[in-house]
């Protein structure tokens, strides 16, 4: 059974920061397309960050700079480090994996940026 869990949001003040985590198991996300997608309230899911299984990354505008995806391949792990978050990044965070048919999401995890 294949299961991706996300962990690490909270509240921050704004210029604060966050590292969210997606521990995969029963795939191989070295393997896969991956992502992290954020949803606001009232707002469609929109991809934040993404990698590809070759390591190449790529970002919405709006988070260049300030955000980072990476991987461990050992922990079959996905990171987002997120750094001077605004309150525009609240969110409900979650992780994907996709691969030729098979696409995979996380059950999610809430961000909040506030003071």
């Known amino acids: 059974q294949v299961q991706l869990v996300e962990s690490g949001g909270g509240l921050v003040q704004p210029g604060g920061s966050l590292r969210l985590s997606c521990a995969a198991s029963g795939i191989a996300i070295s393997t896969y397309r991956t992502g992290w997608y954020r949803q606001a309230p009232g707002k469609q899911r929109e991809l934040v960050a993404a990698m590809t299984s070759g390591g190449t990354t790529n970002y919405v505008d709006s988070v260049k700079g300030r955000f980072t995806i990476s991987r461990d391949n050992a922990k079959n792990t996905l990171y987002l480090q997120m750094n001077n978050l605004r309150p525009e990044d609240t969110a409900v965070y979650y992780c994907?994996?996709?691969?030729?048919?098979?696409?995979?999401w996380g059950q999610g995890t809430q961000v909040t940026v506030s003071s």
């Open positions: 994907n994996a996709v691969l030729l048919w098979r696409d995979y």
